[in-house]
């Protein structure tokens, strides 16, 4: 049986992508990752697609005459390799409708906190200063809301007394490598459907 091709949006460090990518070979994650696309010209993941042989790509946003014509093209890009499911892997923009519309529930986020606590920017520097003993990685269906769409998985992580931003984040992402790629292959699994807020699946875990 041939693997689902997926494709993965990046920004920067790409350290989730390397977990992907770790996990199609190891076989954690029964996919080809089929391509990689960047907002950002100097984002280290485009270095790690490519050592590891997969096609790799920036799109520069100032290019585009709109937000649309930009999520169009990498709409059509994706669709163009037969990219079934799509990964945020931290990708630093907004995906307008039009780009939803194109990959509907078939667009996954992670992000580093457990949601519907601290979204956006900064969340471990928010779970910090809000003094919460819990925080951890979330892994969900992206919508228009920013951080908002139905929750995947989650994994929890202890907040320690003598923790800064930069030991939280650490833990977390540690947190984040091993619950994405398990996430994405639940997720091609299938055995799901959303029904509101909610992701239901036909044999919980
Ligand atoms: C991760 O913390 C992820 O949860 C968030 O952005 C960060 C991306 O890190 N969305 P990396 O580029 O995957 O290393």
Same mark, same amino acid.
């Given at each position: 049986?041939?693997? $689902?091709?997926?494709?993965?949006?990046?920004? *920067?460090? *790409? !350290?989730?992508?390397?977990?992907?990518?770790?996990?199609?070979?190891?076989? #954690?994650?029964?996919?080809?990752? @089929?391509?990689?696309?960047?907002?950002?010209?100097?984002?280290?993941?485009?270095? /790690?697609?490519?050592?590891?042989?997969?096609?790799? +790509?920036? %799109?520069?946003?100032?290019?585009?005459?709109?937000?649309?014509?930009?999520?169009?093209?990498?709409?059509?890009?994706?669709?163009?390799?037969?990219?079934?499911?799509?990964?945020?892997? @931290?990708?630093?923009?907004?995906? !307008?409708? #039009?780009?939803?519309?194109?990959?509907?529930?078939?667009?996954?986020?992670?992000?580093? !906190?457990? %949601?519907?606590?601290?979204? @956006?920017?900064?969340?471990? /520097?928010?779970?910090?200063?809000? @003094?919460? +003993?819990?925080?951890?990685?979330?892994?969900?269906?992206?919508? $228009?809301?920013?951080?908002?769409? $139905?929750?995947?998985?989650?994994?929890? #992580?202890?907040?320690?007394?003598?923790?800064?931003?930069?030991?939280?984040?650490?833990?977390?992402?540690?947190?984040?490598?091993?619950?994405? $790629?398990?996430?994405?292959?639940?997720?091609?699994?299938?055995?799901? +459907?959303?029904? *509101? /807020?909610?992701?239901?699946?036909?044999?919980? +875990?």
């Amino acid at each position: 049986m041939s693997l $689902p091709t997926i494709g993965v949006l990046i920004s *920067g460090r *790409g !350290s989730n992508l390397q977990a992907l990518i770790d996990a199609t070979k190891s076989g #954690v994650l029964r996919a080809k990752i @089929g391509l990689v696309l960047a907002n950002k010209a100097d984002a280290k993941g485009l270095e /790690r697609a490519r050592l590891a042989g997969i096609e790799a +790509r920036w %799109l520069d946003p100032r290019q585009f005459t709109s937000r649309d014509a930009y999520d169009f093209t990498l709409a059509t890009e994706l669709q163009g390799k037969y990219v079934s499911l799509v990964c945020l892997a @931290g990708y630093m923009r907004l995906l !307008s409708p #039009v780009f939803l519309g194109a990959f509907r529930n078939a667009v996954l986020n992670i992000h580093p !906190s457990l %949601l519907p606590a601290f979204p @956006g920017l900064d969340a471990q /520097r928010q779970a910090l200063e809000h @003094g919460v +003993r819990v925080s951890g990685a979330t892994v969900h269906f992206v919508t $228009p809301g920013l951080d908002d769409g $139905p929750i995947v998985a989650q994994a929890a #992580v202890a907040v320690e007394a003598d923790d800064t931003e930069a030991t939280l984040s650490a833990r977390i992402l540690a947190a984040e490598h091993a619950l994405y $790629p398990a996430a994405v292959q639940r997720v091609l699994d299938g055995g799901w +459907r959303i029904d *509101g /807020r909610r992701v239901r699946w036909e044999s919980p +875990r």
